[in-house]
């Protein structure tokens, strides 16, 4: 299993991106989906996590600016970003949960698995 992002452009500040998420053969029901990015020489650092339950985590760099939404009957899952800034730059990953279904304050990159190959973000000042 290999998730697929799509979505990502070259856009100016403030402008907005619809990332998506899905994975051929995987049902997203059960699980929690997470986005993920990794800047040029940064580590990679969580975004958003869609939970089983309806709920969602954001990162504090995010909120009020992006938006995860999930369709599990279609098994994708969305990104939309709004006011995008600079530091928005980085290749935006998805990945699924293994370990829990719910996840609402500490995110643990190693409970992801079957990352994707990315979708690149670039966000012009």
């Known amino acids: 299993v290999q998730f697929v992002e799509s979505g990502g452009a070259l856009v100016q500040s403030g402008g907005s991106l619809r990332l998506s998420c899905h994975a051929p053969?995987?049902?997203?029901?059960?699980?929690?989906i997470g986005w993920f990015r990794q800047a040029p020489g940064k580590e990679r650092e969580e975004v958003s996590v869609s939970n089983n339950d309806g709920t969602t985590y954001y990162a504090d760099s995010v909120k009020g600016r992006f938006t995860a939404s999930r369709d599990n009957l279609e098994n994708i899952v969305y990104l939309q970003m709004n006011n995008l800034k600079s530091e928005d730059t980085a290749v935006y990953y998805c990945a699924a949960n293994l370990m829990r279904s719910v996840v609402r304050t500490k995110v643990i990159p190693h409970e992801f698995a079957y990352w994707g190959q990315g979708t690149q973000v670039t966000v012009s000042s």
């Open positions: 053969g995987f049902f997203f029901s059960g699980y929690a």
